[in-house]
């Protein structure tokens, strides 16, 4: 996979070059290459922004820079994420729909964002995906692009350390839609805290049972929203019991 992030702050993206990701980025299992968007400006003082039509507060991001920067940058079959408060939902199953896409190009706004005519624009060459990582307003795009990225490429096989915990965590393929159960290691007591007995029991299905019964009790507790969408299917007598 190639990732191209562009921004006004490439040093924001300075943590894609640390921990698994970096060593997959220092031994070519994924380009990365970050741009500073300064570099498509055209005047002397490398402006970036200008003020909004029909007025109101704050600058808005010039479409001729960010045109040209992703003419340069995303070439077709690439697919331009651009991070919005305005976006569609970042789920798990997009960070799995990415996952498959050879080339993902990272459009970082700041100010109030991108002239939307740099969306329309580039959506007539390539596929570009307004995307929000959650219902909060961060000052820029580049934190979101740097979840998004950990996300998708924590998928990739020979990036993560243990590829089986990419199916078991919360929201992964091995437990779709439930939260991950709790988990515990040594000691085998902590400050007066001890460890389900269960867990030490050896006994397999026991634990497995444990696991998904705190798997659904902490999903209706803490997101009755997830347990309202689940596949009754799903659900075994067990399950129904929790
Ligand atoms: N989910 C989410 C995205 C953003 C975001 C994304 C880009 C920009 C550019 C300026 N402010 C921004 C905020 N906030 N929250």
Do not use: K
Not at 103 to 127: I, K, M, N, S, W
């Amino acid at each position: 996979m190639r990732l191209d992030v562009v921004s006004i702050f490439p040093e924001y993206l300075a943590p894609l070059r640390q921990s698994l990701l970096g060593r997959a980025v220092a031994d070519g299992r994924i380009q990365l290459e970050v741009h500073d968007l300064r570099r498509w400006a055209t005047d002397r003082h490398r402006s970036v922004d200008d003020t909004p039509y029909g007025g109101g507060a704050g600058m808005v991001m010039r479409p001729d820079v960010w045109a040209a920067a992703l003419d340069d940058v995303a070439p077709a079959g690439a697919t331009v994420v651009v991070p919005t408060p305005a976006g569609h939902p970042f789920s798990q199953a997009t960070a799995a729909d990415l996952a498959r896409r050879e080339h993902l190009v990272f459009a970082c706004g700041r100010y109030e964002g991108l002239d939307q005519r740099v969306v329309l624009d580039a959506a007539r060459r390539v596929e570009v995906l307004e995307l929000s990582i959650g219902d909060y307003v961060l000052a820029g795009g580049e934190v979101a692009a740097l979840v998004v990225i950990e996300a998708v490429t924590r998928l990739l096989p020979g990036v993560l350390g243990n590829p089986e915990s990419a199916v078991t965590d919360s929201f992964g393929e091995g437990s779709p839609g439930l939260l991950e159960h709790p988990a515990y290691t040594r000691p085998v007591e902590f400050r007066g805290l001890a460890v389900p007995p269960v867990l030490l029991s050896g006994n397999h299905a026991a634990i497995a049972r444990w696991r998904r019964d705190e798997s659904l009790r902490r999903t209706a507790r803490r997101r009755p929203d997830l347990v309202a969408r689940l596949d009754p299917a799903t659900l075994d007598a067990a399950d129904r019991a929790v």
